[in-house]
Every structure is written in C-alpha cells, then in structure tokens.
C-alpha cells in the first residue's frame, strides 16, 4: 500500500480564498483524522471519522473549517473563507482500529496563506 | 482542558549517549501512551506504545510510564545522529469520545 496520500503538497493562496485539502487513507483503515500542526500550537485534532461519519468534530476552530468523507477511500478538509492564521502543516492519517491504535499519517499540505 | 506537557529543548546529547525524554499529562485515567517521531519536514511515525507501568524494551528504545506520577519517558540508549529528530508524546484521554492528544514535541540533536 501507497500510504496515506494527501494532495496538494503545498498550497498558497490569498486571504479570502477557498482552499481544499485532500486526503485517501490506507485501505482498509476505518479510521481518518485530520491534524493541524504549527509551532506554538503542536499537533492538534481536528476531526475524525470512523467508517466515513464524523464522531469528534470539536476540534475544528470554526465554521470557516468543514470536513466530508463521502467514501472510504476519499477526504477532505475545506477552509472557506481561508485567513492568514490557517497558515500551518495539515496532516491527514489513518488507522485500522481507532484512536488508541497507531496512526499513520500522510506527508502532510503546507498551507500559506497571504 | 486535558494536556501533554513536553519540554521543548534541544535536547543535545553526545553520539553513544542515553537520550531521555519527557512527558507530563494531565488525566489519571489515561490508559495509552504513545512516541512519535517527526524528521523535519516530515510526517510523524510511531516507534512506541506503552498501556501499563513500567518499562517497555523495543530494540534501543525503552519507554518508562509511570501513572501515579502522571509521566511518560522515553530513553534512547546509544544515541545515533539519525536519531536527531522531534520526539512527540501523545496520551489517549477519554470521557466523551477517546481522542489522542500531542505534546508539542521535545527537539533532539546527537551530537557526531
């Protein structure tokens, strides 16, 4: 298996803009969440997902951030309208068996926002 | 609010040398603990997991849990730079729905 596959690898859009994060997780895996990593903060839970329907969403700063998984093998994590401080590394992982388990993550966007 | 506490270093420890790392946590009823480690610029893997006191022994690394403490370590006997990397502790909490919480990770250099 590929991996946990995120696209793009980088993005940089402006204030104001929508920007679309993808993820496939490892097949199999009935487990996908999405992080937010940047220095002051850490690594943060967003949301995830188990068997494609969200059950911790609690993580997400704002209405400005939705999530979908329409299919198991398919994510995505939408900032709409984006803000300079979205700025950060989002990692999208995956797991067979849920949050206590190990999680395999994908290489991550690089989201700027200017 | 349920926490990871780390000290962020570097940490910089002669090659050959025991690293030990770590990990503070805010809720006695954690039952998994787990070390990721991040190259920079890269994604976080596991190297560990631990669910009870004690040690745990996985070829170099040994990590220590100790939950009346509320503390979480990792040791890495014969330091190799290689291992220069972010360490990061992460703590299952429950109550509610179970989520994984991170530390903002412990920077380690190994010195050549």
């Known amino acids: 298996d590929a991996g946990v596959i995120q696209s793009p690898r980088h993005e940089v859009t402006e204030m104001g803009q929508e920007v679309t994060l993808r993820c496939k997780p490892i097949s199999g895996h009935d487990y996908l969440f999405w992080y937010r990593q940047t220095m002051m903060r850490g690594l943060e839970l967003l949301i995830y997902?188990?068997?494609?329907?969200?059950?911790?969403d609690s993580g997400m700063p704002e209405d400005r951030f939705s999530a979908k998984m329409p299919n198991a093998s398919f994510s995505t994590l939408k900032i709409q309208p984006s803000e300079p401080r979205d700025s950060a590394v989002y990692f999208c992982?995956?797991?067979?068996?849920?949050?206590?388990?190990?999680?395999?993550f994908g290489q991550g966007t690089r989201l700027t926002v200017v | 609010q349920k926490e990871v506490e780390q000290n962020s270093g570097p940490l910089s420890v002669p090659e050959g040398a025991i690293a030990s790392l770590n990990c503070t946590y805010s809720?006695?009823?954690?039952?998994?603990f787990f070390w990721y480690r991040q190259y920079s610029g890269k994604s976080p893997e596991l190297i560990m997991s631990i669910y009870s006191n004690g040690d745990k022994e996985d070829g170099r690394f040994t990590a220590q849990l100790n939950k009346a403490s509320q503390y979480v370590s990792l040791l890495i006997r014969d330091s190799q730079p290689s291992d220069s990397a972010t360490y990061l502790c992460a703590v299952l909490f429950s109550g509610g729905y179970q989520k994984v919480t991170f530390g903002t990770g412990t920077k380690l250099q190994v010195i050549p």
């Open positions: 809720d006695r009823v954690s039952q998994s």
């Open positions: 992982a995956s797991s067979l068996q849920g949050p206590g388990t190990e999680a395999f």
């Open positions: 997902f188990n068997n494609n329907v969200p059950i911790d």
